[in-house]
């Protein structure tokens, strides 16, 4: 059975960085698309970022110029390194691993939780 497992969350003062990892454990064949995401309390799940295999990435307008996705297919991981973090970017953090076609599968961690606060 695969799983993804976020790591690298936690308690951090507005400006500071953290930097988040999935991995998958278990075999995940043909991964395309690894993606963060995450979801603040009473809001909707957002995408963050997302990479493809081809490394073209993607960033939601709120943290570019401060967050950078990075993958190593090797490991079948993904990271995210956050730096400038503000208030809002307070938020329970998940990774997805989508797999290309003809028949796309999905999979989604736990989550990790990131809090920004002084």
């Known amino acids: 059975q695969v799983q993804l497992v976020e790591s690298g969350g936690g308690l951090v003062q507005p400006g500071g960085s953290l930097r988040l990892s999935c991995a998958a454990s278990?075999?995940?064949?043909?991964?395309?698309?690894m993606g963060w995401y995450r979801q603040a309390p009473g809001k909707q799940r957002e995408l963050v970022a997302s990479?493809?295999?081809?490394?073209?990435?993607n960033y939601a307008d709120s943290v570019k110029g401060r967050f950078t996705i990075s993958r190593d297919n090797a490991k079948n991981t993904v990271y995210l390194q956050m730096n400038s973090l503000k208030p809002e970017d307070t938020a329970v953090y998940y990774c997805?691993?989508?797999?290309?076609?003809?028949?796309?599968?999905?999979?989604w961690g736990q989550g990790t939780q990131v809090t920004v606060s002084s």
């Open positions: 997805k691993y989508s797999t290309s076609g003809p028949y796309v599968l999905h999979y």
């Open positions: 278990g075999s995940i064949l043909r991964i395309n698309v």
């Open positions: 990479i493809t295999r081809a490394d073209n990435t």
